[in-house]
């Protein structure tokens, strides 16, 4: 680029900085949506009020703060057994790097079966259907919609709600419990009061990706946002099982065994045999 | 509702056609031992084989081989390979730049959501013009239904022709991989709507979907063959970013951020 041509810049309406005197590139301070990141918010506030801050804007009302505090323990670990989290596991017994690991969480929790890309349907279910049973009935009785195929594969039960089992299953019923407790009057609420009748509906049972769908819309968030929000925080538990995978190392880690239907044998000792 | 259960019955050894190690023996990929029969082999020829379980010839390999040439570009301000370069500056890993930016490759204004989406409209649309709606009327209600086409149009350069797509079309030509149906509806589908107020040029994702799927590619089959499309063309940009110092690849100042957002307010109040 020539000298006389406009610089490239970055417009934002979340971030503002003051250089250093002495040097452009560094920030002597630094704002988030108009608050002192260094000097005011890192002294004041909590870090979930400074998250809700840089997504929204705004500073979280007790409730909307307790709600994201809820949301985060919910989401925060899903526990060894879950895809994600197995699969941080897996790159860290073998040494990879750190965000090797986390990439793999993010990979392997970012689906249409149990990860945010769920997240993401069941907040567009929630927006286009809100607390209107008739409204949930039509959208379950719908045939998938006629357009651009996508990267995602094709979602095999209803997003929200549970792959296998007959019944909603402990830890959601809790979160549930402790949202709608804590939010307003809204999908949450309307959720705890309608999950049976919502359950028979879809012909399966509630799972986390659909309470923290319908949290997450009570709070305001975008089903984009909510889908990046959902993201990020189940990576701490992701991060904990890895780095103790990694220390026990891969000797000590499910390698499992495969029965290979089609195997031709070893060629060598078949020619030998013969 | 799906039982429980139905996980319990896949528990156990894991079933599989696909392949598996023996350490210190062999492997067997898609039902053949890896090192008896594919040593010799070109990496395209199992890539593809391993994604489709079929064999391709040696002319639509070096289609294959040329979609993934034409566009490797070097170029570090494109999104996807500006990811290498950042990582490259900031001296993370090469494999963790390109990861990364193979991933960032999934968008939505080029790359694998493009791949897929014109890969199916294609294969729709033969369909429809085989059953004997003309492709005026095809262009049309996928426009109602979709606003775009993607594989037509560029976000750079909108008017000018593709530069891949000569090189591409005379190298299947020349290989005898020229004249397919996919192509030639392609093309048809160009005329129309370079004839229509879109004035809307093929480019290179129409181009290449269309002579992946005349070789017999689906285009989930083709989404998968794209995914190292772009690498040849990230590895420069990583190594380029390497031979900076630190720090020095896209380096932006302070006031290179406009800020628009609210006035400073004090968190204490």
């Known amino acids: ?48 009020e400074y998250l809700f801050l840089l997504f929204r804007g705004e500073r979280p009302s007790s409730p909307m703060l307790r709600s994201l505090e809820i949301l985060a323990i919910a989401i925060a670990n899903p526990g060894p057994r879950d895809p994600s989290v197995h699969a941080a596991m897996a790159a860290s017994v073998g040494g990879s790097p750190a965000a090797a690991a986390l990439m793999a969480a993010l990979a392997a929790g970012a689906g249409v079966s149990g990860g945010s890309r769920e997240v993401y349907h069941a ?64 999908c949450t609420q309307w959720l705890a009061d309608n999950r049976v009748r919502l359950e028979t509906l879809a012909d399966h049972p509630m799972a986390m990706p659909g309470v923290i769908a319908a949290a997450l819309t009570d709070m305001g968030f975008t089903p984009t946002a909510g889908e990046m929000l959902s993201l990020m925080l189940r990576l701490p538990g992701a991060a904990a099982h890895a780095l103790e995978q990694g220390e026990r190392g891969y000797r000590r880690f499910p390698f499992f065994s495969l029965d290979i239907g089609n195997d031709p044998g070893p060629v060598q000792k078949a020619a030998e045999a013969a | 509702m799906k039982d429980a259960s139905l996980l319990a019955a896949f528990e156990g050894p894991l079933k599989t056609n696909m392949g598996g190690c023996f350490p210190g023996e062999r492997a067997v990929f898609r039902g053949h031992d890896l090192h008896a029969e594919f040593s010799h082999a070109d990496w395209m020829d199992l890539y593809v084989f391993g994604i489709t379980g079929r064999h391709h010839s040696a002319a639509q ?46 968008a939505a204004i080029y790359g694998r959501q493009i791949d897929i989406a014109i890969a199916d409209f294609l294969v729709r649309a033969k369909v429809q013009a085989e059953s004997g709606q003309s492709v005026q009327d095809i262009v049309g209600d996928e426009l109602r239904v979709n606003r775009s086409i993607g594989g037509y149009g560029r976000p750079v350069a909108k008017s000018a022709p593709d530069e891949r797509n000569a ?3 005379a190298l299947a030509e020349e290989h005898g991989c020229g004249n397919g149906a996919y192509l030639n509806l392609a093309k048809e589908i160009e005329a129309v709507l370079l004839a229509g107020r879109w004035r809307m040029r093929m480019n290179y994702a129409a181009a290449a979907a269309a002579l992946a799927l005349d070789i017999g590619l689906s285009p989930r089959e083709y989404y998968l063959y794209m995914l190292p499309a772009f690498l040849a063309g990230m590895s420069p940009c990583f190594v380029d970013a390497m031979q900076r110092p630190e720090l020095a690849t896209f380096p932006l100042r302070c006031a290179t951020l406009v800020y628009e957002g609210v006035p400073r307010r004090s968190w204490t109040v």
């Open chain 1, 1 to 48: 680029m020539s000298q006389t041509e406009k610089p490239d810049l970055i417009h934002t309406r979340i971030w503002s900085e003051e250089p250093e005197p002495d040097n452009p590139f560094a920030a002597r301070t630094a704002y988030c949506h108009g608050y002192d990141v260094y000097g005011e918010i890192l002294q004041q506030a909590t870090y979930l």
């Open chain 1, 123 to 186: 907040m567009e279910l929630w927006t286009q259907c809100g607390c209107m049973l008739n409204a949930w009935q039509s959208a379950f009785a719908a045939p998938p919609a006629n357009g651009k195929m996508q990267v995602w594969p094709e979602a095999e039960h209803p997003p929200g709600f549970a792959a296998y089992g007959g019944r909603c299953a402990q830890p959601v019923l809790q979160t549930l419990a402790a949202l709608s407790a804590n939010l307003g009057p809204g």
């Open chain 2, 61 to 106: 390999l070096k289609v294959l081989h040329a979609i993934w040439v034409n566009t490797s570009y070097p170029d570090p301000r494109l999104w996807n390979n500006r990811v290498a370069a950042l990582a490259g500056s900031a001296r993370s890993t090469g494999t963790l730049a390109m990861s990364a930016a193979l991933a960032a490759s999934e």
């Open chain 2, 167 to 169: 090189t591409i079309f």
